[in-house]
């Protein structure tokens, strides 16, 4: 799946949290097959999106050890949300980290995840 093209992302300033804004591409060809009748931004989508942005937060490339929770809570239509914030929270340990993050898009929340990456040489 070619995920080139379908958001952009900003660093948001918060003293809270890693916040950054994500916009959607309505129109990427992934909304054609994810679902034709009705397009659902994919939940690996999602993961990806925690990755890339956890990567560009410490500058340092990741890969996923361990997801304790994945909770889709709220489903993102592109028609209907163009734009939504994630947050996430990490704390290095030994070889991992323990990150755990959400994304909401104003008070919804559509997303939550609990768990580990670790990161590449």
């Not at 949290?17 to 916009?23: E, F, G, R, T, V």
């Not at 959607?24 to 034709?36: L, R, S, T, V, W």
């Not at 030994?94 to 909401?104: C, P, T, W, Y």
Request: net charge negative.
């Amino acid at each position: 799946m070619n995920l080139s093209g379908l958001y952009q992302y900003e660093g948001l300033q918060t003293e809270e949290a890693i916040q950054y804004s994500i916009d959607i591409d309505p129109a990427h060809k992934i909304f054609n097959g994810h679902f034709p009748e009705q397009s659902v931004f994919p939940g690996v989508a999602m993961l990806h999106v925690l990755k890339t942005v956890l990567s560009e937060h410490s500058g340092k490339r990741c890969i996923l050890t361990k997801a304790r929770q994945i909770k889709f809570v709220g489903v993102i239509l592109p028609d209907e949300i163009q734009n939504f914030t994630i947050e996430l929270k990490y704390t290095e340990e030994e070889e991992s980290l323990k990150v755990s993050s959400k994304a909401f898009a104003g008070e919804q929340i559509l997303f939550k995840f609990s768990g580990s990456y670790k990161w590449l040489q």
